[in-house]
């Protein structure tokens, strides 16, 4: 049974960090693109991060370049996201997810091109 799993959401202040990570299991995360988005109340969900393929491009959202970080590690077949210089807008949840298809990082994000889903985790970012 193909499975991801979110973990690392919580509650941080303005300027904080967070790393969240996404455990896959089912499937080796190494030969898939993958990719991080979010969705704030109200609002459609965004593609934060993606990764095309097993060492292809990297796509981020304007409004997170500089700031947050995606990430593989095969031998624990998990995804990081890293988070830094976190800012109230940043408030949302949190879902990875990941695909065998293989295509531009941008377009992966954008058009949202991913199978498998994880169940999505909370970030607040607040004072």
């Known amino acids: 049974q193909l499975q991801l799993v979110e973990s690392g959401g919580g509650l941080v202040q303005p300027g904080g960090s967070l790393r969240l990570s996404c455990a896959a299991s089912g499937f080796n995360l190494g030969y898939n693109s993958i990719g991080w988005f979010r969705q704030a109340p109200g609002k459609e969900r965004e593609g934060v991060s993606c990764l095309s393929g097993p060492d292809g491009g990297t796509y981020y959202a304007d409004s997170v370049k500089g700031r947050f970080t995606i990430s593989r590690d095969n031998a624990k077949n998990t995804v990081y996201l890293q988070m830094n210089s976190l800012k109230p807008e940043d408030t949302a949840v949190y879902y990875c997810?990941?695909?065998?298809?293989?295509?531009?990082?941008?377009?992966?994000?954008?058009?949202?091109?991913?199978?498998?889903w994880g169940q999505g985790t909370q970030v607040t970012v607040s004072s």
């Open positions: 997810a990941a695909d065998p298809a293989w295509s531009r990082a941008q377009t992966m994000c954008v058009m949202a091109l991913f199978g498998s």
